[in-house]
Structure formats: structure tokens, C-alpha cells
């Protein structure tokens, strides 16, 4: 059995994921506003460094996996709190558990992204460069231009800058190269209190427009499954990957986008990345040697 920490763990998906973990015997460490173990809260970088510092300490340093489940849809007029918690409370509560990930020597990460990545058009790629740079006001005043129609940009870019740190550091030395495996679940439409909030603020018509070609709406149930899959050993080989759990929307709306063949201007930036891969596994080779050596010393 393991230790895992779940962010967002008090209600709807978090909380299914923690029950879900739970029921197989796993020790849970849960972080939210109220209800949770570790009552934090992650707007803020205080709440922030204080959730990382107390999950590590009830985890005694050792982390067999995070699930970071925490976040806020696209709410008028709460820009700022929406990057915080869904960028910063992601990204800097994994950094900060990283080493005590590492000390379980194969443990796995999930990140909560999002289907809006993909399905909202016209995400400002500034407010998403501006979010990886850390640069929280530039983020702001990118979507900030949208007026009273920023929200969902907000939240896509946040979602869309999250699982795109995700990717990258899943495959970093730091990270793989440490037995960490992170991936990224990005649902759809499920029935959760977040949902119902958007749909009392007179967005059921968008909600209900949403094509999902199975039909209805997913469960946070359904989402607790999929995570205990992504932290099982049945997922030691997945890495990086981004896993959509919305009933077919993505699909149903980019259909031929994905996968793609890489054409001829992407040639040249495979046989640097291969070469860059090369040079690392040499790097990697040498340093574990010189490790050998020391301790036969």
C-alpha cells in the first residue's frame, strides 16, 4: 500500500479519486479548503508552500504518488484566482514534493488538465508562454483583453500551460530519470458541484450544446477509476501522455488533427532532439560509472 497525496480531495473528482485510493488501502493525505487532512488554501503561494510542507511531513518524506485534482472553471471576474490555483497549485506543489516522489523510487503523477485545451478556440498563446515563464500579471493581462468575455480563456490557458509543464517534465531527467511517471487527465463534462456552479450561472445552454457522442455525463466515479489505473503498475510505461475522459468531444471535434505525420520541416528538429537523447544516455552512462567507482573505493 501507498502514500498519496490528492489535492482538491473535499469534493467532486478529487474527492473520488481519494475515496477510490482509499478503498484499496492506500494512505491519503488530502488538501482542500475544508474536510481534507491538509486545509490550505492554493490561490496563494503562503497556502501553497504550507500545503507542500505539510503533506511532506504526514508522509514522513515519501511519496508513492499526487494527484493533482484542484481547480476552478472559467468564472467571471476571477481571472487571477483561476491561473493561481490551476497552474501555481499544481506546479509548485509537485515541485516541491518532487524529492519525495524520487525517495519512492517509482512513483506516478497525475495532473488534472482539461478537454478545453482543444476545444476552446483562440487560446491566447501568450497568456499559456507567460504561465510556463511564471509570469502571473503578463498571463492576466493577455486574457484581460478579451473584457467581460475572458473566463474561459483563463481557464483554457491555465489548463493548456499546466499539461504542457506536464509534458515537459515527464520526460526530463528530473523526473523520468528520477522513476517519476506523470501524465495528464483531461475530462470533459462531468457531473460535479464545479459543473452545476456553471450551469447557475446561466451557461447550461453551452454546457448542453457540447457535442459528447456517447452521450450524458461522466461520473466523478468514473474519473476515480481512470486515476487509479494512471497510478497502478498496469501505468509504469506511461509517461507523458495525455488521457481524455470526455465521451468522444475532443474526437468528435478534431477527428483528423490527431495523430499527425510529422512533414519535412519537422525532420530536422527530430534528428536534434534523437541526437540531444544520445548525448544524454552517454552523459547518464559516464556519471553512473564514475558512481561505481567511487563506492568500489
Same mark, same amino acid.
Given at each position: 500500500?501507498?502514500?498519496?497525496?490528492?489535492?482538491?480531495?473535499?469534493?467532486?473528482?478529487?474527492?473520488?479519486?481519494?475515496?477510490?485510493?482509499?478503498?484499496?488501502?492506500?494512505? %491519503?493525505?488530502?488538501?482542500?479548503?475544508?474536510?481534507?487532512e491538509v486545509v490550505a488554501d492554493l490561490s496563494t503561494p503562503t497556502g501553497?508552500?504550507?500545503?507542500?510542507?505539510?503533506?511532506?511531513?504526514?508522509?514522513?518524506?515519501?511519496?508513492?504518488?499526487?494527484?493533482?485534482?484542484?481547480?476552478?472553471?472559467?468564472?467571471? *471576474?476571477?481571472?487571477?484566482?483561476?491561473?493561481?490555483?490551476?497552474?501555481?497549485?499544481?506546479?509548485?506543489?509537485?515541485?516541491?514534493?518532487?524529492?519525495?516522489?524520487?525517495? +519512492?523510487?517509482?512513483?506516478?503523477?497525475?495532473?488534472?488538465?482539461?478537454?478545453?485545451?482543444?476545444?476552446?478556440?483562440?487560446?491566447?498563446?501568450?497568456?499559456?508562454?507567460?504561465?510556463?515563464?511564471?509570469?502571473?500579471?503578463?498571463?492576466?493581462?493577455?486574457?484581460?483583453?478579451?473584457?467581460?468575455?475572458?473566463?474561459?480563456?483563463?481557464?483554457?490557458?491555465?489548463?493548456?500551460?499546466?499539461?504542457?509543464? /506536464?509534458?515537459?517534465?515527464?520526460?526530463?531527467?528530473?523526473?523520468? *530519470? /528520477?522513476?517519476?511517471? %506523470?501524465?495528464?487527465?483531461?475530462?470533459?463534462?462531468? /457531473?460535479?458541484?464545479?459543473?452545476?456552479?456553471?450551469?447557475?450561472?446561466?451557461?447550461?445552454?453551452?454546457?448542453?450544446?457540447?457535442?459528447?457522442?456517447?452521450?450524458?455525463?461522466?461520473?466523478?466515479?468514473?474519473?476515480?477509476?481512470?486515476?487509479?489505473?494512471?497510478?497502478?503498475?498496469?501505468?509504469?510505461?506511461?509517461?507523458?501522455?495525455?488521457?481524455?475522459?470526455?465521451?468522444?468531444?475532443?474526437?468528435?471535434?478534431?477527428?483528423?488533427?490527431?495523430?499527425?505525420?510529422?512533414?519535412?520541416?519537422?525532420?530536422?528538429?527530430?534528428?536534434?532532439?534523437?541526437?540531444?537523447?544520445?548525448?544524454?544516455?552517454?552523459?547518464?552512462?559516464?556519471?553512473?560509472?564514475? +558512481?561505481?567507482?567511487?563506492?568500489?573505493?
Amino acid at each position: 500500500m501507498g502514500t498519496y497525496a490528492v489535492t482538491g480531495a473535499a469534493s467532486g473528482m478529487g474527492r473520488a479519486s481519494a475515496e477510490r485510493l482509499r478503498r484499496d488501502g492506500h494512505t %491519503v493525505v488530502g488538501v482542500d479548503l475544508r474536510d481534507v487532512e491538509v486545509v490550505a488554501d492554493l490561490s496563494t503561494p503562503t497556502g501553497r508552500a504550507a500545503a507542500a510542507t505539510e503533506v511532506l511531513e504526514r508522509a514522513g518524506g515519501r511519496l508513492d504518488g499526487a494527484v493533482c485534482a484542484a481547480g476552478l472553471g472559467g468564472i467571471p *471576474g476571477r481571472d487571477r484566482l483561476v491561473q493561481q490555483v490551476n497552474f501555481f497549485g499544481v506546479v509548485e506543489l509537485l515541485e516541491a514534493w518532487r524529492p519525495a516522489l524520487a525517495a +519512492a523510487g517509482n512513483s506516478k503523477v497525475v495532473v488534472f488538465g482539461s478537454n478545453s485545451v482543444t476545444l476552446t478556440p483562440m487560446v491566447p498563446e501568450r497568456a499559456v508562454r507567460a504561465l510556463l515563464d511564471r509570469d502571473a500579471d503578463r498571463a492576466l493581462r493577455v486574457v484581460g483583453r478579451f473584457g467581460k468575455r475572458s473566463a474561459p480563456f483563463a481557464y483554457a490557458s491555465s489548463k493548456l500551460a499546466v499539461t504542457r509543464w /506536464a509534458r515537459h517534465a515527464a520526460i526530463s531527467p528530473e523526473w523520468a *530519470g /528520477a522513476g517519476i511517471r %506523470v501524465n495528464v487527465l483531461a475530462p470533459g463534462i462531468i /457531473a460535479t458541484p464545479l459543473l452545476e456552479e456553471q450551469i447557475a450561472r446561466g451557461e447550461k445552454e453551452a454546457v448542453e450544446g457540447l457535442p459528447v457522442p456517447i452521450g450524458g455525463r461522466g461520473r466523478p466515479a468514473d474519473v476515480g477509476e481512470w486515476v487509479a489505473f494512471m497510478l497502478s503498475p498496469a501505468a509504469d510505461f506511461l509517461c507523458g501522455s495525455v488521457i481524455f475522459l470526455d465521451g468522444g468531444s475532443d474526437a468528435y471535434f478534431r477527428t483528423d488533427d490527431w495523430p499527425v505525420s510529422t512533414g519535412p520541416a519537422g525532420v530536422l528538429r527530430y534528428m536534434r532532439r534523437a541526437k540531444a537523447w544520445r548525448a544524454r544516455r552517454v552523459a547518464g552512462e559516464a556519471a553512473r560509472n564514475r +558512481a561505481r567507482e567511487d563506492l568500489a573505493q
